[in-house]
């Protein structure tokens, strides 16, 4: 079936490069996003990435697709504590429109 | 443009009683979401309405939970009755368009679920 994987935990220190890593299994995802939650609100979109993409840059957040390994990254250039969040990798099938998520990676960030 | 709005933003209930959540979508928007986040894990789709009609119900615990959406456009989520593994962020997510297209979901702040 569909399934979303990332890894659970993240620490960085303020002023290095992030990056998060997910796998997903659904070769049909045609959009692939990532979205950031902080303690106690709902969830915040941050960018997305359609499959004939390889790559996608917005201001410090860059978005790596390898499709043929179903591998996505979010890397955030120089991290900042205002960063320190869950972030959840989702891949959306062409076929249902259904969204899966993963469990979630915390970033947590060091002054 | 105004957010998805999601009320209460707390509640907390006995097993076996009922509760019922309140969702308002980002206006113009076809499809609304209903999920589920138990702590520490990543949100689980409960339903899915396009307009007023049900797209996929397949995760809904159907002998406890119902939702509806009356003419297309506000939502409620029930549950009737709650059971202690209830507790969890019931989030609500709207988008213009089920499939075509991009069309990324914006999620309330959701509604968090104490069950004692």
């Known amino acids: 079936g569909e399934d979303v994987e990332q890894s659970l935990f993240l620490s960085v220190r303020e002023g290095d490069s992030s990056v998060i890593n997910c796998t997903y299994t659904d070769s049909s995802s045609t959009y692939l996003y990532w979205y950031k939650q902080e303690p106690g609100a709902g969830l915040q979109l941050l960018t997305y990435?359609?499959?004939?993409?390889d790559m996608k840059q917005d201001q410090r957040l860059t978005v790596l697709l390898n499709k043929k390994d179903k591998h996505l990254s979010l890397r955030i250039a120089d991290t900042q504590t205002g960063d320190s969040a869950i972030y959840f990798c989702a891949a959306r099938s062409s076929n249902t429109g259904k969204l899966i998520f993963g469990q979630g990676t915390t970033l947590q960030v060091k002054p | 443009e105004a957010g998805v709005a999601q009320s209460p933003r707390y509640k907390i209930i006995e097993k076996r009683q009922s509760v019922a959540f309140w969702c308002n979508p980002i206006s113009g928007h076809a499809t609304l979401y209903w999920y589920q986040q138990i702590l520490g894990q990543g949100p689980k789709l409960l339903i899915q309405f396009q307009n007023n009609g049900v797209v996929d119900d397949s995760q809904l615990p159907k002998d406890r939970f119902s939702a509806e959406r009356l003419k297309g456009v506000d939502s409620t989520l029930k549950i009737q009755p709650a059971k202690l593994e209830d507790s969890a962020v019931y989030l609500c997510?709207?988008?213009?368009?089920?499939?075509?297209?991009?069309?990324?979901?914006?999620f309330g702040n959701g509604t968090r679920l104490t069950v004692t």
């Open positions: 990435i359609f499959s004939n993409m």
């Open positions: 997510a709207s988008s213009l368009n089920r499939v075509t297209g991009n069309s990324p979901l914006h």
